[in-house]
Structures are given as structure tokens and as C-alpha cells.
């Protein structure tokens, strides 16, 4: 009976240590680099270049959304928003923003 228990607890200890073993020699995770940029415009261009490439019209949408409320008064950002609710096809959320644009460029003028 002794023996069975031995046998159990050396079994145990050769479990833990191969699993021991094996966590050990795994790399530990590396954050992504994060995007910095000297101004707003140039986060904005990078941020939509990475959307583009991942074919995520909804998660760049969001991105955008988020940097319309620092900086409202952004034309180029409401076109990148517009377009990437149009690739989402919302098109609806697309046009109040293309008539902002169209009234701003005409008081420009």
C-alpha cells in the first residue's frame, strides 16, 4: 500500500516538473508598439493606414470617432469617419457628416 502511494507521489513530481519545465521555456508576451506621432494628423493618417490594411471599417470608425470628439472642427478626420461608414455600409451615419463638410467648405469660400 506504502508503495502505491510512492508511486503516486513520484508521478506527481515528474508532472510538475515537466510542466514546470515547459513554462519556463515560453517567451513572455511583447505589448505592440505603440503609435506615436507629433501631431494629430499624422496619428490620424497612420491609425486609418493600419484600418485600411485590416479590412476593419468598424473598428477604424471607432478611432475616428474617438478623435472627432478631441478635435471637432477636423475636416480631413470627418472624411476618413464618412468613408469608413461608407466601407461599413452605414451609409446613413455617413451623410450627416458629408453635409457638415459640404457647409464648412462653402463658408471657406
Known sequence: MHRKYLLVGLLAAAII???SAYFLTLRPLQA???????????FIQKRGEEGLKKK??????????????????????KRKLAA????????????????????????NR
Not at 452605414?90 to 457647409?103: M, N, R
Open 56 to 77: 476593419r471599417a468598424m473598428a477604424l470608425a471607432a478611432v475616428y470617432e474617438r478623435m472627432l470628439a478631441r478635435y471637432p472642427d477636423n475636416l480631413e478626420l
Open 84 to 107: 469608413a461608414y461608407t466601407e461599413a455600409g452605414q451609409p446613413e451615419k455617413a451623410g450627416p457628416l458629408l453635409d457638415e463638410i459640404v457647409k464648412s467648405e462653402q463658408k
Open 17 to 19: 516538473l515537466a510542466v
Open 32 to 42: 505592440p508598439e505603440p503609435v506615436r506621432a507629433a501631431n494629430p494628423q499624422e
